[in-house]
């Protein structure tokens, strides 16, 4: 009987763990529109309580509008906003900003109400500390990113702000999805094959980086700098690789290189997935790693044919904005595959489940 209600606790827990996934992928969603709708910088402040709502007056969003008009980005970039106009980039900045309230007051809510109900075990405490231990330090990311755009002689954050941001949003993601599996799996679920997870911990390692560049390609807005393919400007190798001195300034910096290296991943991701799923079938019998195994393939396959569109339409915004976001959210699904791969063929099963 204990281990019956212990089992239907964990999986009270994890279908929480798994909402809370849920909404950091709609939180990354909204932050991807903020920053290709040019939003961020629409709120100069930080005001974690009264900011939940947003302006009720007249007045009051012509006091917000006045402080946004000081920021460079106004005076360079959308000098000739309205008020209307400058309601439209509010609004996303401000529902990001909310829905990572949301997020919090869900998770808080949650783990109150678990450790009331005494449905948490032992070893649950550390994971969860460590779990709200992120989250707030996304959120102060999350400010010291705004920050980075607030001051003289920037039009937007940081691309290296924006990408540490988007990197640990995805770390949150993955521990939080993690945790879940650890609640949910069986260890009769596991599939055991060592190559396969060296090869899968490769393929993590190259998924990272190409994470880290592709929000660079957003925050360098590099994407409309060769809006073409499968050629970067008409060369396959752009001469202007190595224009900045010293060299790793392009690393960072130049947007054509930034553009060449996220698109040299994308292929290296892809045959390395490719050869990962044709070696995958020699486990059998296994229905949830098959459906995984082919998850992955369909994932990497769409991500790549989003990303080529994505680049080709860089220069209409419109179609910029839906595409980059799907580009994104695509590249999220892949990331909680990998993941949940390499959860399925763990080695030595440990389980937050007892």
Known sequence: ???ILDQRNNKQVAFWLLTGVAMILVQVLIGGITRLTESGLSITEWKPITGALPPLTNVAWQAE?????VTDQFKYVHQNFSLSDFKGIFFWEWFHRLWARCMGL????GFIYFLVTKKFNKKMILPMVILFLLGATQGAIGWFMVKSGLVPEKYFVGHIELATHFIAAMGLLCYVLWFALGLLEAPKRKAVNVALQRLMLVIVTVLFFQLVYGAFMAGLKAASSAPTWPD????????????LSPFSKNLLDNKITIHFIHRGLAYLLFGLITYWYFAAAVIKNHPLFSWLRSSLMVLVSLQVLLG????????YPNRLVFLGVSH??????????????????????????K
């Open 232 to 243: 970067i400007n008409g060369k396959i190798i752009p001469s202007s690789l190595t224009e």
């Open 65 to 69: 509008f006045d402080r946004y008009k």
């Open 106 to 109: 869900v998770f808080l809510t």
């Open 308 to 315: 080529i569109l994505t680049v080709l339409n860089a220069t």
């Open 328 to 353: 994104q959210f695509t590249g999220m699904l892949l990331l909680m595959c990998v993941v949940a791969i390499l959860f399925v063929l763990k080695r030595k099963y440990t389980s937050l489940a």
């Open 1 to 3: 009987m204990d281990k």
